[in-house]
T-cell receptor, first 113, second 115 residues
Framework: NAGVTQTPKFRVLKTGQSMTLLCAQD?????MYWYRQDPGMGLRLIHY???????AKGEVPDGYNVSRLKKQNFLLGLESAAPSQTSVYFC????????????FGPGTRLTVT | ELKVEQNPLFLSMQEGKNYTIYCNYS?????LYWYRQDPGKSLESLFV?????AVKQEGRLMASLDTKARLSTLHITAAVHDLSATYFC???????????????FGKGTHLIIQP
């Protein structure tokens, strides 16, 4: 099992460009999450999904969109990147939500110039 | 709004010493999680605490949960250099319309253990 994987690992964008981050899990988990981690801020939840075709907003959803077309994949989109979105993005998944631990991917380091 | 506060945020200690990291949270929850993160790496689950009074131990680390006090502790016994990392606590929170809980994290405790 690969667990939770993320692509790409690194990316540099110019302000206004768009991109999609891909998260994939092979554990048959229902729940998937996107977090961002900024220095001194801990992790903050952006969006999450409780199953295929469903998504919900977390603490900091503005400027991001997500889709969960397949159970194993959770996509995070930035339509018009801003320097404030420079961060490390982590995807996570869990089997039954918050009664189970979340398994984290390796992260994507995004810089917006 | 849920607030999760950890203290200390930075801790430098010597090998062989004992210490405790504290995690306070502002709303009712009967569950809490502890994670470890090494520099430049992802998060690794340490403990899942699912009820009041829960205590779990793994090696030199022991975590406990007091839901009435809204407090969890992570105790380090006879610290060794390999435990140097950043430790996060996290509490479930139901964001509006989500239908399930996401996690709200503390800011993390950066722990350095010196030989």
């Amino acid at each position: 099992n690969a667990g939770v994987t993320q692509t790409p690992k690194f990316r540099v964008l110019k302000t206004g460009q768009s991109m999609t981050l891909l998260c994939a899990q092979d554990m048959n988990h229902e729940y998937m999450y996107w977090y961002r981690q900024d220095p001194g801020m801990g992790l903050r939840l952006i969006h999450y999904s409780v199953g295929e075709g469903t998504t919900a907003k977390g603490e900091v959803p503005d400027g991001y969109n997500v889709s969960r077309l397949k159970k194993q994949n959770f996509l995070l989109g930035l339509e018009s990147a801003a320097p404030s979105q420079t961060s490390v993005y982590f995807c996570a998944s869990s089997y039954r939500g918050s009664n189970d631990e979340q398994y984290f991917g390796p992260g994507t380091r995004l810089t917006v110039t | 709004e849920l607030k999760v506060e950890q203290n200390p945020l930075f801790l430098s200690m010597q090998e062989g010493k004992n210490y405790t990291i504290y995690c306070n949270y502002s709303t009712t929850s009967d569950r809490l999680y502890w994670y470890r993160q090494d520099p430049g790496k992802s998060l690794e689950s340490l403990f899942v605490l699912l009820s009041n009074g829960a205590v779990k131990q793994e090696g030199r680390l022991m975590a406990s949960l007091d839901t009435k006090a809204r407090l969890s502790t992570l105790h380090i016994t006879a610290a060794v250099h390999d435990l140097s990392a950043t430790y996060f606590c996290a509490v479930p929170f139901m964001y509006s319309g989500g239908g399930a809980d996401g996690l709200t994290f503390g800011k993390g405790t950066h722990l350095i253990i010196q030989p």
